[in-house]
């Protein structure tokens, strides 16, 4: 099999323009799921998303190949909603990159279907470094899949000068949920948006998936949906009371001009969103020194959602060994050090999150990481959960809205889901 | 003021609506490209405010050069020229050589086969994909340009569009041409391939804009900065939850710039002056 | 080298049968383009024709044949009417690019006019910038709170102008507005070079008949465009149909109003790579195409009323 691959792909060296980022070639026996060494010669194929991290990643390839000096890495970068139907095409063509990124939505997918490479062989992973709910999210059915690469949680971005004209005091640590509605309430009032967030997107991750956490409910429990649950309609509730009394902009304005948009802006007091948008935020905003970052509100409880990517390598990987160690070298303490000094999002690895906090120092990041180390919960999926999120886009803006009862929105979805779910 | 330049003027007065209603639309059709134009000059943040801020309160060039310092714009801009030079060239032979036969020659289940052809345009693109990565792969041409160019350049579009043009050809031509002995070949490239030359070069124009914009498939089939062309270079500057909008304005603008010279600097040869010379031909 | 009898024995009265028709000549200017054709769209085709008749895993594996069911499903599904009346209202709609299109070719290819260059430039721009850069600035148009739109409708006196991209009924004209948008530049560049194809004469010959520029247009520019006017008519619909990236660039894959937007090729997409029931994303591949094909054969059959030929 081996072989065979390296005579077509020496075949065709005279046809093609360039092949390397074809995964074989390794000439090396070795080089076969074997023990690696530090001779092993190997060329591996490595795919990402986000140019962003463009440093991040090369300088720890460069880290991997102090330790391998002879195994290649090739990488290749997609946006993206581009890279998944990429990942896509190419899981069907079998030809997967040997190592990838891998987000929640889609872990169960590619591991359920076999085209992840377990990586339970991995000796000295340390598991405990790594959030729970991490390391949780990326086991199927027993084995690990993915070591955890980095994090977000959510959080409220405050604008101070607009708590401060309508007269309410910046919230602070343990604030509850009729806080926050008076807050918004009183922004409203002076005619800036109290409160904005992805809801209408129904981006669960962002907004209504925490408060049905925060009201004790659940998204999706033992392959059973949560949302007909009445403390999950209280959480799903919350968002249509903030529309109804005006403290959040109806949908239509926050689909035709995005929330992120709206909070850069200066239009509105409240931000819902996740740590992603700290950069971001950084370079658009007017005036960053009016911002500052506070905890989720609470109700029965403190929540928040806490996702994160994983490294993952694929099934077919003609270097199952090299492609391991590298998923291993990208996600070690060092490597996290890398992430978190560039900045660009918050590093999985215990301990290793302060330069990241230590980013934007006023703005007091730490909200995020406290939140992942305390009260965070995982983010819900299944083995397809695209299915289900795509029927939260059709069945719940209408409720977000008010155009039909929460409650019977709730149940809809639930039992739809629950067919989805019994169908994986 | 001589007598023609008086006739000109005249007729332009008798034109006076149809300049007015063309420099409208024009405008409609402009806007978006200036607009762009605009963006790539602005920052971020202008490009984000609300309500827009169309003129940027300085021109910010560096956006530009910083297009440079994110994509290997240069090695990008080659393999696009390679890709939409191949697919062209092979699309006007293609397409031609087909419509001809399409509209003039007559052969047992030439409708049918018409038909069937014009079927490949109706099927999503998407359900496509999957199995021509599969071809393109059992081929070997994976990470090559010829992977990128392969399926686009048999197109039913510019096959559909080259019978219609020799279909409204005067007949008595190519009586005149086999009279003179001319095989079919000689008739089709020394007699109806010169008058067909309009509805070549809107094949080959319409061509090198799809294959120059084209995203998705060359997306697939490369994945190394180095080997991809400049639409799939571009589209990796848009990030997960936020993008650089000035940068890919200005990458976009440098990417298109080229292909608005082409067009200009051919658009009098491409669509004029071949109804008299088609003739000669 | 023909020493094969004649195949085309249906010429018209007054043109014997043609050499050309004979032998292997049309295998020789077709076979190149069929051979990649049944590569990389007849296999492809009949590969999902298969699929949809069959149950996958996500990526295809685990093949099982169920027969018509996913046609079955696929007919009681329902969000089909919806689907179907929101594409075929699409189609109907991007069709006025049309008649536009030949206006506007053939004012800016009226003998002696000047700047032509400039106006061809014009409607052709649309063309060369950036998909994603279009599609941005149009929303920026459409925008309900800010929008250029919505300001010039206020300032005519309308108080309450619609959200535009996220209303439904609303989404669908905006959608289609800039479908008709972005082809007219094509249809423009066909037209024009079909208008260039008339010989000067015909106008003259007209002129002298004393016909008005009015009757001119409509008894010898239309009729002479006819053929070209077809090519358009045909794709425009096959493309309408296709009905997919317009709603994505224009509205966004979440945004609420998507919901009663959804295109035959959204359900296509939604059903093959979301839900990932690739057997039943193929079949309703498969009922665009026999669709597409029915109103596509009967265009073909009218065109003998109204399409000119030589």
Redesign the interface.
Same mark, same amino acid.
């Given at each position: 099999m081996k072989r065979r691959s390296f005579l077509t792909v020496a075949g065709l060296a005279g046809a093609a323009v360039s092949l390397s980022a074809c995964s074989g070639g390794d000439t090396e026996p070795g080089g076969q799921g074997g023990e690696l060494t530090a001779d092993t010669t190997a060329e591996l194929t490595f795919f990402y998303w986000d140019k962003n991290q463009t440093p991040t990643v090369e300088a720890n390839i460069a880290a991997f190949n102090k330790q391998y000096p002879n195994i290649k890495v090739n990488t290749s970068i997609a946006a993206y909603k581009d890279y998944w139907s990429k990942l896509r095409t190419q899981a069907e063509g079998d030809q997967l990159p040997d190592v990838f990124w891998m987000n929640g939505p889609n872990i169960q997918l590619y591991a359920g279907n076999d085209m992840l490479a377990s990586i339970d062989d991995l000796t000295d992973v340390p598991w405990d470094k790594y959030p729970q709910a991490l390391v949780d999210l990326y086991t199927v059915d027993g084995s690990h899949f993915g070591i955890p690469k980095d994090y977000d949680t959510i959080a409220c971005f405050i604008n101070k000068t607009l708590f401060e004209q309508a007269g309410v005091p910046i919230p602070t640590d343990g604030w509850t949920w009729a806080e926050h509605n008076d807050a918004a309430k009183k922004i409203a009032a002076t005619g800036a948006h109290g409160v904005v967030s992805t809801v209408g997107a129904a981006d669960g991750q962002g907004s209504y998936y925490n408060t049905i956490y925060q009201a004790g409910g659940y998204v999706i429990k033992d392959n059973q949906s949560g949302f007909a649950d009445p403390k999950s309609v209280k959480g799903l509730q919350f968002w249509a009371d903030l529309i109804a009394d005006g403290s959040m902009p109806s949908l239509q304005v926050m689909t035709d001009t995005s929330p992120t948009v709206l909070f850069s802006n200066g239009q509105a007091g409240i931000f819902w969103a996740g740590s992603w948008m700290v950069q971001p935020l950084l370079e658009d905003l007017k005036d960053p020194a009016e911002v500052i970052v506070v905890p989720l509100p609470k109700d029965e409880t403190q929540a928040t959602i806490i996702h994160g990517l994983a490294y993952v390598a694929s099934a077919k990987s003609k270097n199952l060994a090299a492609s391991k160690a590298l998923v291993q070298a990208m996600t070690t303490e060092e490597a996290a050090k890398t992430e978190a000094a560039n900045g660009t999002a918050i590093p999985a690895f215990t301990g290793t999150q302060q330069a990241w906090v230590d980013g934007q120092p006023e703005w007091n990041l730490g909200v995020f990481t406290t939140g992942a180390d305390e009260y965070s919960v995982s983010y819900p999926v299944s083995k397809n959960t695209a299915a289900w999120e795509d029927l939260q886009l059709q069945i719940l803006p209408d409720a977000f809205a008010g155009k039909t009862p929460m409650e019977e929105a709730a149940k809809n979805l639930a039992e739809q889901m629950d067919a989805l779910l019994a169908k994986e | 003021m001589s007598d023609k330049t008086r006739r000109?003027l005249a007729? &332009?007065v008798r034109?006076l609506p149809?300049?007015i *209603? $063309?420099i409208l639309? %024009?405008?409609?059709? #402009?806007?978006?490209?200036v607009?762009?134009i605009l963006?790539s000059l602005s920052t971020?943040?202008e490009i984000?405010?609300?309500?827009?801020q169309l003129i940027p309160e300085q021109f910010m060039w560096s956006n530009y050069t910083d297009v440079f310092a994110?994509i290997p714009f240069l090695s990008q801009f080659g393999t696009s020229v390679l890709i939409t030079v191949v697919r062209t060239v092979g699309q006007v032979v293609?397409?031609s050589?087909?419509g001809?036969?399409?509209a003039?020659?007559?052969?047992?289940g030439?409708n049918l086969?018409f038909?069937?052809?014009?079927?490949?345009?109706?099927?999503?693109?998407?359900?496509?994909?999957?199995? &021509?990565?599969?071809?393109i792969?059992s081929l070997? *041409? $994976?990470?090559?340009? %010829?992977g990128v160019v #392969?399926?686009g350049?048999?197109s039913?579009?510019g096959?559909?569009?080259m019978r219609?043009?020799f279909?409204?050809?005067?007949?008595e031509l190519?009586?005149a041409a086999?009279l003179d002995g001319c095989?079919?070949?000689q008739?089709?490239w020394r007699v109806m391939l010169p008058l067909a030359k309009?509805?070549l070069?809107?094949v080959a124009?319409?061509t090198v804009?799809w294959s120059w914009?084209d995203?998705?498939w060359p997306?697939?089939i490369t994945?190394?900065?180095?080997?991809m062309p400049l639409s799939?270079g571009?589209?990796?500057?848009?990030?997960?939850?936020?993008s650089d909008?000035a940068i890919?304005?200005a990458a976009?603008v440098m990417?298109?710039a080229p292909?608005?010279v082409l067009?200009?600097s051919m658009?009098?040869r491409v669509?004029?002056g071949?109804?008299a010379s088609g003739v000669k031909g | 080298m023909t020493t094969t009898t004649a195949t085309g024995r249906q010429a018209p009265p007054k043109t014997r049968t043609h050499p050309m028709s004979v032998g292997a000549w049309p295998l020789l200017f077709v076979g190149p383009l069929l051979i990649g054709v049944a590569i990389f769209y007849y296999y492809p085709i009949v590969s999902n024709l298969y699929t949809s008749f069959t149950t996958t895993n996500a990526f295809g594996g685990d093949v099982k044949f169920v027969g018509v069911d996913n046609y079955v499903d696929l007919l009681t599904r329902p969000d089909l009417p919806s689907a179907l009346g929101n594409t075929l209202l699409y189609t109907g709609v991007v069709l006025l690019a049309v008649p536009l299109s030949v206006v506007i070719a053939s004012m800016i290819e009226l003998p002696g006019l000047k700047g032509r260059t400039l106006y061809r430039m014009l409607f052709f721009m649309p063309y060369l910038a950036m998909p994603v850069a279009i599609a941005q600035v149009w929303r920026i148009f459409f925008n309900g709170n800010f929008g250029l739109l919505n300001q010039m409708l206020k300032a005519i006196g309308i108080s309450d102008p619609p959200y535009w991209l996220s209303t439904p009924g609303f989404a669908m004209l905006a959608v289609a507005f800039f479908g008709i948008w972005s082809s007219i530049g094509f249809n423009v560049i066909i037209l024009s070079s079909g208008l260039k194809g008339i010989p000067p004469e015909l106008y003259e010959a007209a002129s002298l008949d004393g016909a008005n520029a009015w009757q001119q247009f409509s008894r010898v520019t239309v009729p002479l465009l006819t053929p070209s006017i077809f090519f358009l008519t045909i794709m425009q619909v096959i493309g309408g149909f296709q009905l997919f990236d317009g709603l994505y660039a224009m509205l966004g894959p979440t945004n609420p109003a998507i919901n009663e937007s959804r295109s035959l090729v959204y359900l296509f997409y939604n059903e093959a790579f979301v839900q990932q029931n690739k057997g039943g994303g193929a079949a309703i591949a498969m009922f665009i195409v026999v669709l597409v094909g029915i109103v596509t054969a009967i265009q073909f059959w009218g065109q003998k009323k109204w399409v000119h030929y030589e």
């Amino acid at each position: 099999m081996k072989r065979r691959s390296f005579l077509t792909v020496a075949g065709l060296a005279g046809a093609a323009v360039s092949l390397s980022a074809c995964s074989g070639g390794d000439t090396e026996p070795g080089g076969q799921g074997g023990e690696l060494t530090a001779d092993t010669t190997a060329e591996l194929t490595f795919f990402y998303w986000d140019k962003n991290q463009t440093p991040t990643v090369e300088a720890n390839i460069a880290a991997f190949n102090k330790q391998y000096p002879n195994i290649k890495v090739n990488t290749s970068i997609a946006a993206y909603k581009d890279y998944w139907s990429k990942l896509r095409t190419q899981a069907e063509g079998d030809q997967l990159p040997d190592v990838f990124w891998m987000n929640g939505p889609n872990i169960q997918l590619y591991a359920g279907n076999d085209m992840l490479a377990s990586i339970d062989d991995l000796t000295d992973v340390p598991w405990d470094k790594y959030p729970q709910a991490l390391v949780d999210l990326y086991t199927v059915d027993g084995s690990h899949f993915g070591i955890p690469k980095d994090y977000d949680t959510i959080a409220c971005f405050i604008n101070k000068t607009l708590f401060e004209q309508a007269g309410v005091p910046i919230p602070t640590d343990g604030w509850t949920w009729a806080e926050h509605n008076d807050a918004a309430k009183k922004i409203a009032a002076t005619g800036a948006h109290g409160v904005v967030s992805t809801v209408g997107a129904a981006d669960g991750q962002g907004s209504y998936y925490n408060t049905i956490y925060q009201a004790g409910g659940y998204v999706i429990k033992d392959n059973q949906s949560g949302f007909a649950d009445p403390k999950s309609v209280k959480g799903l509730q919350f968002w249509a009371d903030l529309i109804a009394d005006g403290s959040m902009p109806s949908l239509q304005v926050m689909t035709d001009t995005s929330p992120t948009v709206l909070f850069s802006n200066g239009q509105a007091g409240i931000f819902w969103a996740g740590s992603w948008m700290v950069q971001p935020l950084l370079e658009d905003l007017k005036d960053p020194a009016e911002v500052i970052v506070v905890p989720l509100p609470k109700d029965e409880t403190q929540a928040t959602i806490i996702h994160g990517l994983a490294y993952v390598a694929s099934a077919k990987s003609k270097n199952l060994a090299a492609s391991k160690a590298l998923v291993q070298a990208m996600t070690t303490e060092e490597a996290a050090k890398t992430e978190a000094a560039n900045g660009t999002a918050i590093p999985a690895f215990t301990g290793t999150q302060q330069a990241w906090v230590d980013g934007q120092p006023e703005w007091n990041l730490g909200v995020f990481t406290t939140g992942a180390d305390e009260y965070s919960v995982s983010y819900p999926v299944s083995k397809n959960t695209a299915a289900w999120e795509d029927l939260q886009l059709q069945i719940l803006p209408d409720a977000f809205a008010g155009k039909t009862p929460m409650e019977e929105a709730a149940k809809n979805l639930a039992e739809q889901m629950d067919a989805l779910l019994a169908k994986e | 003021m001589s007598d023609k330049t008086r006739r000109v003027l005249a007729t &332009q007065v008798r034109y006076l609506p149809a300049h007015i *209603l $063309l420099i409208l639309g %024009g405008l409609v059709m #402009l806007f978006p490209f200036v607009w762009q134009i605009l963006m790539s000059l602005s920052t971020n943040a202008e490009i984000q405010s609300v309500p827009p801020q169309l003129i940027p309160e300085q021109f910010m060039w560096s956006n530009y050069t910083d297009v440079f310092a994110k994509i290997p714009f240069l090695s990008q801009f080659g393999t696009s020229v390679l890709i939409t030079v191949v697919r062209t060239v092979g699309q006007v032979v293609l397409c031609s050589l087909a419509g001809y036969a399409f509209a003039r020659m007559r052969f047992r289940g030439r409708n049918l086969l018409f038909g069937l052809l014009l079927a490949i345009l109706m099927i999503p693109g998407q359900a496509y994909l999957i199995p &021509q990565y599969q071809i393109i792969k059992s081929l070997n *041409l $994976l990470e090559t340009w %010829g992977g990128v160019v #392969l399926p686009g350049i048999f197109s039913a579009f510019g096959t559909f569009l080259m019978r219609q043009a020799f279909l409204s050809m005067p007949k008595e031509l190519e009586e005149a041409a086999r009279l003179d002995g001319c095989n079919p070949w000689q008739t089709f490239w020394r007699v109806m391939l010169p008058l067909a030359k309009p509805s070549l070069s809107a094949v080959a124009i319409v061509t090198v804009l799809w294959s120059w914009n084209d995203l998705l498939w060359p997306l697939i089939i490369t994945s190394r900065e180095d080997n991809m062309p400049l639409s799939v270079g571009i589209a990796t500057l848009a990030g997960q939850y936020s993008s650089d909008w000035a940068i890919m304005m200005a990458a976009s603008v440098m990417a298109m710039a080229p292909i608005f010279v082409l067009f200009f600097s051919m658009q009098k040869r491409v669509i004029e002056g071949l109804a008299a010379s088609g003739v000669k031909g | 080298m023909t020493t094969t009898t004649a195949t085309g024995r249906q010429a018209p009265p007054k043109t014997r049968t043609h050499p050309m028709s004979v032998g292997a000549w049309p295998l020789l200017f077709v076979g190149p383009l069929l051979i990649g054709v049944a590569i990389f769209y007849y296999y492809p085709i009949v590969s999902n024709l298969y699929t949809s008749f069959t149950t996958t895993n996500a990526f295809g594996g685990d093949v099982k044949f169920v027969g018509v069911d996913n046609y079955v499903d696929l007919l009681t599904r329902p969000d089909l009417p919806s689907a179907l009346g929101n594409t075929l209202l699409y189609t109907g709609v991007v069709l006025l690019a049309v008649p536009l299109s030949v206006v506007i070719a053939s004012m800016i290819e009226l003998p002696g006019l000047k700047g032509r260059t400039l106006y061809r430039m014009l409607f052709f721009m649309p063309y060369l910038a950036m998909p994603v850069a279009i599609a941005q600035v149009w929303r920026i148009f459409f925008n309900g709170n800010f929008g250029l739109l919505n300001q010039m409708l206020k300032a005519i006196g309308i108080s309450d102008p619609p959200y535009w991209l996220s209303t439904p009924g609303f989404a669908m004209l905006a959608v289609a507005f800039f479908g008709i948008w972005s082809s007219i530049g094509f249809n423009v560049i066909i037209l024009s070079s079909g208008l260039k194809g008339i010989p000067p004469e015909l106008y003259e010959a007209a002129s002298l008949d004393g016909a008005n520029a009015w009757q001119q247009f409509s008894r010898v520019t239309v009729p002479l465009l006819t053929p070209s006017i077809f090519f358009l008519t045909i794709m425009q619909v096959i493309g309408g149909f296709q009905l997919f990236d317009g709603l994505y660039a224009m509205l966004g894959p979440t945004n609420p109003a998507i919901n009663e937007s959804r295109s035959l090729v959204y359900l296509f997409y939604n059903e093959a790579f979301v839900q990932q029931n690739k057997g039943g994303g193929a079949a309703i591949a498969m009922f665009i195409v026999v669709l597409v094909g029915i109103v596509t054969a009967i265009q073909f059959w009218g065109q003998k009323k109204w399409v000119h030929y030589e």
